[in-house]
């Protein structure tokens, strides 16, 4: 079975503070999402990567960026977080662009900005 | 703008119900459609992907549809249990990225 892993579960950081959130698959997929979930806004984008060291800008980057110096991991990085990045984050991956593949998630990290 | 709409926002229906779902995406030329399931503070279950050359699948009591002509999906619950009770999110796949209806509440009441 595919396997995604987000490092934390539950996260409280201060305002201002440098974020690092972690995912990792283990099935070698190329692509790799980062999304953010809201009560009434579902679902949003903030950032994909379909290779090592490549990033696409989703609907919602700013305030965020990403890191993805290997294949299984991928990174979101709050530079200074704000209030209002107090959400659900949720990690996805694929196996490969322009194929017909699923995607799977992690189990979700839910972060609270104070 | 590539954009996911689900309709109801919210179903509430009594056990053993016959039920449908609807996602309907504004742009025809996708690569893949895939159902969700999300139970309360967790991460997404996937139930179902239909390939853009396929017109539908089925898993045991759930068979989605799609018709990429209208822009639209279906998904399809038979023999409703409690254990259905969950949200429900349909998920579109243009080029690279994938984007998200925002979902339908499900209850099925004993």
């Known amino acids: 079975d595919v396997k995604v892993t987000q490092s934390s579960r539950y996260l409280v950081k201060r305002t201002g503070e440098k974020v690092f959130l972690e995912c990792v698959q283990d099935?070698?997929?190329?692509?790799m999402f980062w999304y953010r979930q809201d009560p009434g806004l579902g679902l949003r984008l903030i950032y994909f990567s379909y290779d090592v060291k490549m990033k696409e800008k989703g609907d919602i980057p700013e305030g965020y960026s990403v890191s993805r110096e290997k294949k299984e991991r991928f990174s979101l990085i709050l530079e200074s977080a704000s209030t209002n990045q107090t959400s659900m984050y949720l990690c996805?991956?694929?196996?490969?662009?322009?194929?017909?593949?699923?995607?799977?998630f992690g189990q979700g990290t839910r972060l609270t900005v104070v | 703008k590539q954009e996911v709409t689900q309709i109801p926002a919210a179903l509430s229906v009594p056990e053993g119900e016959n039920l449908v779902l609807n996602c309907s995406f504004t742009d025809s030329a996708i690569y893949n459609l895939q159902w969700f399931r999300q139970d309360p503070g967790k991460g997404l279950t996937s139930l179902l992907l239909?390939?853009?050359?396929?017109r539908e699948q089925t898993s045991g009591r759930l068979n989605a549809s799609l018709d990429k002509s209208s822009g639209r999906s279906t998904l399809y619950i038979a023999a409703s249990q409690p254990g259905d009770s969950a949200t429900y999110l349909c998920a579109v796949s243009w080029n690279n990225d994938m984007r998200f209806g925002a979902g339908t509440r499900l209850t099925v009441k004993p």
């Open positions: 099935m070698d997929h190329e692509n």
């Open positions: 996805a991956s694929s196996l490969d662009r322009g194929l017909n593949t699923e995607a799977f």
């Open positions: 239909i390939q853009s050359s396929q």
